[in-house]
């Protein structure tokens, strides 16, 4: 059970009229309600071709809890919703995919931050390719990632989203489906790895029992450490971070133990054995550790 801090501002908007907000929610905890959400844009061959589009089906048996993000949309309650369903239609996706919706910026009803229900347990709506079992918690905004350098909107979701994704899933999802912290899943897991941002991976990983920290702020700061292009360079890097003889590199084998050593060292990063952009940052990261400027 998660405690907040109330918010100091309380938002609240109209809808369009073809967009239908409950008024009776579908479950309360102590500082948000969930309530479903009818009318939201859909292309005019919804549910889409058969095998390819939405499908219902009776009795569908939940198994796993994506946390995803919207990649935009910065507004609020409703109308956040409401302009990430034109946008997918807008792609030619049937309707909005996901089945819960937690927007930007809060609104505030009845003295409770609001959160939506687009679909109901039955639908089946290809959010997550090859997770048929899946629900999907989808943030509104865009937020950092070391995974896709500076192209986000806002560094991380407010605290008090954060709180309500945490009361949502483990308050609500997690019991209702009878499943296990292990059961969270977010879109990095599905390869998309910049997705949903820093901060929810990290949520998501350390809810599910992993060893993770959320990447320091600076991480993605333009850093004068020198050229990483080729190989040579790279090795020469891990090299000195974790002080010991790059002679050996050369030999596929020690180079991967050594990069994965220093993956295993770095609390947001997964042993791979290989280099990527996240793993590079990391290395910048840490050699400006080695050598403070003044």
């Known amino acids: 059970m998660t405690t907040y801090t109330r ?10 009229p073809d967009v239908r907000v409950s008024s009776i929610p579908e479950w309360e905890g102590p500082e948000i309600r ?60 049937p309707a909005p995919p996901h089945t819960f919706y937690v927007p930007s910026t809060l609104e505030v009803r009845n003295g409770k931050f609001e959160v939506y229900r687009c679909w109901g347990d039955e639908w089946d709506t290809r959010a997550v390719p090859r997770h048929p079992a899946a629900v999907t918690v989808c943030v509104g905004g865009k937020f950092k990632s070391i995974h896709a ?4 909107i806002d560094a991380r979701p407010s605290q008090e989203v954060m709180e309500a994704i945490d009361s949502l899933v483990c308050d609500y999802l ?54 990483l292009r080729t190989q040579a360079q790279r090795h020469a890097a891990v090299a000195k971070i974790l002080n010991i003889d790059s002679g050996n590199f050369e030999r596929g084998f020690e180079w991967t133990h ?10 947001w990063l997964v042993r791979t054995g290989s280099w990527s952009i996240s793993t590079e940052r990391a290395v910048r990261w840490a050699l400006r550790r080695l050598s403070p400027p003044g």
Do not use: M
């Open 7 to 16: 918010a100091t501002r309380c938002i609240t908007t109209a809808p369009r």
């Open 34 to 93: 969930l309530v479903s959400v009818e009318g939201l844009a859909k292309s005019p061959d919804f549910p889409g071709p058969r095998g390819k589009g939405y499908e219902r089906r009776s009795g569908r048996r939940v198994q796993e809890v994506f946390v995803t993000q919207s990649g935009g949309t910065r507004r609020h309650g409703p109308q956040c919703l409401e302009r990430y369903a034109q946008w997918c239609v807008d792609q030619r996706s």
């Open 149 to 152: 350098g500076d192209d986000f």
């Open 174 to 227: 997690l019991p209702r489906y009878n499943l296990r912290e292990d059961a969270i899943r977010g879109s990095f897991d599905a390869g998309d790895l910049a997705n949903p941002g820093d901060a929810l991976e990290c949520w998501v990983r350390k809810t599910r029992g992993e060893r993770w920290e959320e990447p320091p702020e600076d991480l993605l700061q333009r850093l004068d450490d020198g050229p």
């Open 258 to 267: 050594a990069l994965g050593k220093f993956q295993d060292s770095v609390p």
